[in-house]
């Protein structure tokens, strides 16, 4: 069924002349695609850009491949789906930034015809699983996932690094499933995915033509986000979880085809293998 779904996410975000290109092929093909390496050039219609990977194992690189993958299906679902107005509110104060949010994600899934997929832009990311900057090494509570690291000139370039504690996190296709959900909404639906999400939305080309700056770490996991939506609404749009967990709370929503209630405490909020110190996403 998820499969479908991400099918139905694609055919919508799908510029008009590309659809019955897209419709005729099947969602494998749409990933192997994707893979085909960091093109801008190409006989394909798709042909666009995807990060550079270095330093990983086979297994390492195909499910951050994936979780790359899934990261532009939530953005897209998020544009695609009208229950989000629904869920907007609880992440994100109104109509002051309602565009500004939407814009991030519209600016992730891709603005540019050639761009269906993520936007081009993505070319200048490298998953570095080398840690060069030694971020996961120098983690003193150990409670760091992922980190961006913007380039020191050129903030249109940035390193992510993905811990050891990325591979915690289940796929978001074949690791979670709705039976196992639950009724509110958890860290059981974190994904790595979502991982990716919240790093792509602290990359500088996605998030400062749209909220005017740099997205911040002022809060991490679903009851800190709702939270902080609702002591300093203002600052909700600047706080790069929020829109992982929005982006989250209505993959699931969607996909399993039912709503989620609010968290209820740390049961729901601490990943388990952070403990109650709570992870981290730089
Ligand atoms: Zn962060």
Redesign the pocket.
């Known amino acids: 069924m998820i499969i479908n779904n991400l099918l139905n996410v694609l055919q919508f975000v799908v510029l008009t002349p590309l659809c019955s290109i897209v419709k005729a092929s099947p969602i494998q093909d749409e990933h192997n695609r994707l893979r085909t390496g960091n093109t801008t050039g190409g006989k394909s219609p798709f042909a666009r850009a995807y990060p550079m990977y270095e330093g990983w194992t086979h297994l390492q690189q195909a499910s951050l491949q994936d979780a790359f993958d899934h990261a532009l299906f939530m953005a897209a679902n998020v544009l695609a789906y009208p229950h989000r107005d629904e869920i907007y509110p609880i992440y994100f104060q109104g109509d002051e930034d309602y565009e500004k949010v939407m814009d991030v994600f519209r600016e992730i899934v891709g603005r540019e015809p050639g761009d269906i997929h993520g936007a081009a832009i993505f070319k200048n990311i490298l998953i570095d699983g080398l840690d060069r900057k030694k971020s996961c090494q120098n983690d003193p509570n150990n409670v760091l996932v992922?980190?961006?690291l913007p380039g020191r000139v050129d903030r249109t370039i940035a390193n992510i690094v993905c811990c050891e504690k990325c591979w915690n996190y289940p796929h978001m296709e074949d690791g979670i499933d709705c039976d196992d959900l639950g009724t509110t909404v958890s860290v059981k639906m974190s994904s790595l995915g979502g991982v990716i999400l919240?790093?792509l939305?602290?990359f500088d080309p996605m998030c400062v033509p749209s909220i005017g700056q740099q997205?911040?770490?002022i809060a991490?996991g679903p009851l800190s986000v709702r939270k902080l939506r609702q002591n300093e609404p203002e600052k909700a749009c600047l706080n790069?979880?929020n829109y992982k967990w929005y982006a989250q709370h209505l993959w699931w929503t969607v996909n399993c085809d039912r709503k989620f209630s609010g968290p209820r405490g740390s049961i729901d909020t601490y990943e388990p293998w952070c403990g109650i110190q709570g992870c981290?996403?730089?």
């Open positions: 992922a980190a961006l919240h790093e939305v602290h997205t911040e770490d991490w790069a979880d981290q996403i730089q």
